[in-house]
């Protein structure tokens, strides 16, 4: 079956720049979505194919991907984005989703 | 705005059913696929299923082929998880999820509680 990983934790403090990496070998074929989720809250969508922000996603929020990896940066983080990211594709059929393990990201 | 609505989860015993209902609005149901996504008491998310906006074609995790089935009901504007056979293991919040136009999760709805024990 078809993986996504991704470290389980990253720390940074507040005004730095957080960086937080999926990999998965369909990924130079597949979009790659980041969602976050803060505690006891509903998933909210943050970065969309690849490196596209919803409306309303503040700026410091972007998304690459090179090869196998997609990355989500956030540059300058503040302390309310403290949060679980995940990212989530498609195996190499588009068929069958998955989600990376996830990753707390902790300001402070 | 979107708007996704989750209702009938419950507690069931091991080996029961349950049909989760989830009513969208602010968008064209039909237009779109959906998706069902899971989530156990303090684990990450876990895709279960995506029913495509053509209706005919569904795709399901491993973890719940030939027990779930995933459908939708455009005059309703309703999107339905069918779980049969439940398992201890398929506690968990279970949430709606709208598809955007490359078919990953866009909007989200809040989520119903299933607890499968005894």
């Known amino acids: 079956s078809y993986e996504l990983t991704q470290p389980p934790s990253v720390s940074v403090s507040p005004g730095q720049t957080a960086r937080i990496t999926c990999s998965g070998d369909?990924?130079?074929?597949?979009?790659a979505y980041w969602y976050q989720q803060r505690s006891g809250q509903a998933p909210v969508l943050v970065i969309f194919e690849d490196s596209k922000r919803p409306s309303g996603i503040p700026e410091r929020f972007s998304g690459s991907s090179s090869g196998t990896m997609a990355t989500l940066t956030i540059s300058g983080a503040q302390v309310e984005d403290e949060a679980d990211y995940y990212c989530?594709?498609?195996?190499?059929?588009?068929?069958?989703?998955?989600f990376g393990g996830g990753t707390q990201l902790t300001v402070l | 705005q979107v708007q996704l609505v989750e209702s009938g989860g419950g507690v069931v015993q091991p080996g029961g059913s349950l049909r989760l209902s989830c009513a969208a609005s602010g968008f064209t149901f039909g237009s779109y696929g959906m998706h069902w996504v899971r989530q156990a008491p303090g684990k990450g998310l876990e895709w279960v299923a995506f029913i495509r906006n053509d209706g005919t074609s569904n795709y399901y995790a491993d973890s719940v082929k030939g027990r779930f089935t995933i459908s939708g009901d455009n005059s309703r504007k309703t999107l339905y998880l069918q779980m049969n056979s439940l398992r201890a293991e398929d506690t968990a919040v279970y949430y709606c999820?709208?598809?955007?136009?490359?078919?990953?999760?866009?909007?989200w709805g809040q989520g119903t509680l299933v607890t499968v024990s005894s």
């Open positions: 369909a990924l130079p074929k597949k979009y």
């Open positions: 989530y594709s498609t195996d190499s059929s588009g068929n069958l989703w998955v």
């Open positions: 999820a709208k598809a955007g136009a490359t078919e990953g999760i866009d909007n």
